[in-house]
Each structure stands twice: as C-alpha cells, then as structure tokens.
Nanobody, 121 residues
C-alpha cells in the first residue's frame, strides 16, 4: 500500500513563501494525477492545484499566479511552491494522489496526513 508523507508547512508572514513536498512510498504503484487540497476549520476541503502524470496543471482561481505545482516522477514526489502568501491561505494542506497498484486495473485515491500552513498579517 502506498503512503504519502508531506512536509514543508510552517508559519510565515504575509508576502512570504513556502514549498510543500509530498512523497509517495510503499509497494509498486502507478501514480496518475497528483494534487494539493486545503481545508480551514469549519470549511470543506477544496482543490488548490492538480497535475497530471503528463504534466498538465490546473489551479484554483484564488492561487493562480502565486502558486506553482510540479512533480518529479523519478522521486514519486509532488511539490507546491507558494509565493506571495496571504492570511486567507491559512489552512491544512493535504496531498492527494490517484494511483493504481499493480497488477490491479482499478484506480483509487489516497491522502497525505496534512501539513499546517499559517500566514500572519
């Protein structure tokens, strides 16, 4: 079974930057779409950015121009570079991966443990 390990969260002032990492480890699997979601207390978990295996990206309107998602398939890792951070970016950020364990043909989704990002005013 694949496991996702997140890192890179922390406390920064408005206008600062953070880089989140999410590494997949475990049994052999095919990693398809990888992405980042975030959830603030009392609110639903929403998409931040997503990247396909081929490198096509998609961003929430609120982060376009400020955040950049990327992946390193050799390292089974997805990154989220966050620049010009705002207090409204404060949330727990979760890595999300669509994958298939060999030899299964069924694709499923797993989540990371979450990493806290806090942006002070």
């Amino acid at each position: 079974q694949e496991q996702l390990v997140e890192s890179g969260g922390g406390l920064v002032q408005a206008g600062g930057s953070l880089r989140l990492s999410c590494a997949a480890s475990g049994s052999i699997a095919r990693l398809n779409d990888m992405g980042w979601y975030r959830q603030a207390p009392g609110k639903q978990r929403d998409l931040v950015a997503r990247i396909t295996r081929g490198g096509t990206t998609n961003y929430a309107d609120s982060v376009k121009g400020r955040f950049t998602i990327s992946r390193d398939n050799a390292k089974n890792t997805v990154y989220l570079q966050m620049n010009s951070l705002k207090p409204e970016d404060t949330a727990v950020y979760y890595c999300n991966v669509k994958l298939r364990d060999y030899p299964s043909v069924i694709e499923y989704t797993i989540w990371g443990q979450g990493t806290q990002v806090t942006v002070s005013s």
